[in-house]
């Protein structure tokens, strides 16, 4: 057996990639978030931001969307339960909604910050 079984990593490529298009099927948030991405990107180079803002925004992109991804699971996982169990179903529920919210608001604050001097930069040098 060798250390790097080429048809199992696609095999995980493949699984990794219907998890992600299902969530973006089924979940508006998302599919909100990954539009806001590619605009974000796009402005990311069009702007020609320096190296650490890009980090910096590539890095919050990635954690609203990994954090919409887990919100994603726990909401499927407590729906299992739901509302049979535990009256704390929807708290579960809420919770991670307000975890979704709060690193979307650090975000937005983050491209605020960075792209800020750029457009002010843009607006005065327009004739």
């Known amino acids: 057996m060798?250390?790097?079984?080429v048809r199992?990593?696609?095999?995980s490529f493949t699984y990794a990639l219907k998890g992600i298009r299902?969530?973006?099927?089924?979940?508006?948030?998302?599919?909100?978030?990954?539009?806001?991405a590619v605009i974000v990107v796009v402005f990311m180079f069009a702007f020609d931001l320096r190296t650490p803002e890009k980090a910096l925004l590539t890095m919050a992109i990635v954690l609203v969307l990994v954090l919409e991804l887990?919100?994603?699971?726990?909401?499927?996982?407590?729906?299992?339960?739901?509302?049979?169990?535990h009256h704390y179903?929807?708290?579960i529920?809420?919770?991670?909604?307000?975890?979704?919210?709060?690193?979307?608001v650090g975000a937005l604050l983050i491209g605020?910050?960075?792209f800020w001097p750029y457009f002010v930069?843009?607006?005065?040098?327009s004739p």
Do not use: H, W, Y
Request: charged share 25%; aromatic share 4%; hydrophobic share 50%.
């Open 112 to 114: 605020c910050l960075i």
């Open 121 to 125: 930069k843009l607006v005065i040098s």
């Open 89 to 91: 179903v929807e708290d």
């Open 70 to 85: 887990l919100n994603s699971i726990f909401e499927r996982m407590v729906d299992i339960l739901k509302p049979r169990i």
């Open 2 to 5: 060798s250390m790097l079984d």
């Open 22 to 36: 299902r969530v973006a099927k089924e979940e508006q948030n998302f599919r909100i978030q990954l539009v806001v």
């Open 8 to 11: 199992n990593l696609g095999k």
């Open 93 to 104: 529920k809420d919770i991670m909604a307000g975890t979704v919210l709060v690193a979307s």
